[in-house]
């Protein structure tokens, strides 16, 4: 079943594949998406060789975009090496037979889940989020047939009541990642299961941003340098975490850290989410406090080791 | 070609290979043949076929040998392979009249034209594990006689209560009019019978079994009787656009069951008998009956009922009837979430944080205001 | 190729390389669309379909379109057998009359195009659902000049296009101003095509 090898050079199966028809579909899904920005568009998707829910809207879209001079990153929770990611990418190296890297700068398409990264990405990338539910306001009323006509009539009371209640009772919007936006002055939107950390950077990012929901079956996007808002009040504006600690490996602030248990003592460190930023940092030979540790020399000796091969 | 490889890449592969590996099992067990599979564990083919929308027996038992007899992995594997395939065209609707019948039961009539034929069933058996299939050896069982019947004369229970006007007619619709394919659109509500139907026919066995046993228990009780399960082969045509006639693609199996359920009527109306439809590849009598069950419950609006219970809740059942959807969704879980956990930490510690906090103040307000007493 | 002897001569070929040439046209598309206004460079190879269909919107076509998206063509197209023919032959598509049920329209003459407001504007709950409207033969040269500004665009592009007809600007700002309701636009040239989606705001410069 894993072995989708040599499919690309047996030609069994289409380029990247999906076959042309359901890439067409999938495509003009695509430009309506564009066209409304924020809107989620039904698109009839199909099933795929890696389950629901475990990025089958972002490989679809991604399939019905990739050309063969592209050059494909995936990433799952900021990293290229988390499982998923690896096997994503393969299956795109042995479908389509693409160049792929780690590297975002050198990325034309990004493929991921969970995490933007940190490198302002520019006009000539396209980034793809997997997502595993479209639709914002699902939580708060379950009957799609209610809230298409929320969308309709841009009746986001709900949302905002909702949110309200969050601080009534907790003193804070309880929503860390998955946070509500409202696009281009319009439609309320999932920016998918990304901390809102990243929210800020999806507002005028200078690349496009198309979002892939295979189980569910809608497609939206955000066109590049559009208005996108973090819902808020006035007297409990958005705000994003923030870290009292640098990166422990490259001293980077203002990134989004992950927590790693060093021992059962309590003894932990942060690390830089997006590991392609973080490795890059070090090579140009910025350390972090913790980059002398032995248990931190461990961890970053690994990813080092494993970036030359 | 340059090509990005790390530890996660390794790992995978070797998990695969273990797999492989423990699906296989001892070696010197000889291995299953996909032969033996079709032939000797037909209902869980014919399920996978059903669940996986495909009707491939040899496709279906390699499905199984597969995915080590879980039988929703062997479906998504039929499903994923299915997708693949190229589409010629719809076939004709198949004539259920004119099955080759193996196994025929009405629970509404004593007899009637055609006779009840019980066929092969694990109906009326004793379930005592039969020790001898143990010991069993190749080819010592003499094969049962068939009763497959070649007589045509088998009307549906459904059209004989028709013709007595007991039975609300077939829903007339149009001939021409495009019958709802919801692998090729995106379910959208609310949904008509057609698409009600596939996406029950592709659904799970055991959502299904639990809605229809729910509305026996009162939860939108329907009133069911069996009016006919019929278990046998079928012929599929295909209409030829170039030789402008149908030709028959081959026979496929199928047990269909239809549901005389609670009568209806109103002034404008008399009473009649409504329907419940259920057709399932292979013989899986337990689904074909819960799916007519379903199905009918899901007819209230149609029907002027009051909806009051899950299994007639349209979108709900539609959305959750898929197992493949549902499983990996459910098993999506598996994947890392910790960046978004990360997230939760933070807040809740500082939520936890701002609680101690304010309930130190309120101590210390406390017991200045005890001092104060004092 | 003549426009005499389009409609006797055989079949046009389709792409050459289907799937690849299908993938470029349609990022070319996808990038005007995401950034109006642009001008997308459109490798539209050995096309040769019969007039009065252009080589870039037969690539579009081939792109875009197949058995499920209804298809309505303007006069002179729909006077055209081979062009209906090289359509139906390489994308399935079904051919209709009435512009309203329309996925895409395709406008060979555009300075006498009907109103934008015959086709398929979408609904309320699904916007999607409406036609997406190509005008061929333009040139982005020296017509009058419209800003947009909105989603895809930074600040501010100034947009020219023709022909198009002497109200069309007005009905495209009575169309944006629907939004999320009406049609988007694809203008498709000699060798680049330009998209203006629903989503942008449109000034014309003060006469």
Known sequence: MNDTAQIFEQGEYNFAYLDEQTKRMIRRAILKGIAIPGYQVPFASREMPMPYGWG?????????????????????????????????RGFFEKTAGVRTTYETSEASVIQTRHRIPEKALREDQIIVFQVPIPEPLRFLEPRETETRKMHALEDYGLMHVKLYEDIAKNGHIA????????????????????PKFDNPKIDQMAALQLYGAGREKRIYAIPPYTKVKSLDFEDYPFEVQKFDKPCGLCGAENVYLDEVIL???????FVCSDSDYCEERRADGHLGPMAADPAAHQFGATQAEETAR | MYVAVKGGEKAIRNAHKLMAKRRRGDTSVPSLTLEQIAQQLSHAVARVMGEGSLYDETLAALAIKQARGDLIEAAFLMRAYRTTLPRFGYSQPIDTAKTLVERRVSATYKDLPGGQVLGPTFDYSHRLLDFALAAEEDGLEKPAETARVEDDSMPRVTDLLGDEGLMEPDPVTDEDAPVGDLTREPLSFPADRDLRLQNLARGDEGFLLALAYSTQRGYGRTHPFAGEIRYGEVEVEFFAEELGFAVTLGTIKVTECQMVNQFKGSAKTAPTFTRGYGLVFGQVERKAMSMAMVDRSMRWQELGEEPSAPAQDVEFVLSHSDNIQATGFVEHLKLPHYVDFQAELDLVRRMRGEWFEKRRQEEEEGSAAQEAAE | MSASNATAAPLAAGFQDPVHDAQGCFRAIMNAMARPGTRQAINAGNLKPPVP????????ALTLFDYDTPIWLDKPLMASDAVKTFLRFHTGCPIITEPVEAAFALISTPESMIPLASFNQGSAEYPDRSTTVILSGQDFGSHPAVTFSGPGIKDTVSFASGPVPPVFWDQVIANNRQFPRGIDLVFAGQDALCALPRSTRILKAEV
């Open chain 1, 56 to 88: 089958t809207g972002g490989v679809q879209v991604t399939a019905a975009i990739l050309g063969k001079d592209d050059c494909l990153k995936m990433i799952d929770q900021g990293s290229d090496d988390t499982t998923n990611a690896v096997s994503l």
């Open chain 1, 175 to 194: 929503t860390t990642y998955a946070y509500p936006v409202k696009v281009n002055d319009r439609y309320v939107m999932d920016p998918s299961p990304t």
């Open chain 1, 263 to 269: 021992d059962d003592k309590g003894g932990r460190m």
């Open chain 3, 53 to 60: 269909l252009t080589q870039v919107t037969a690539a579009i």
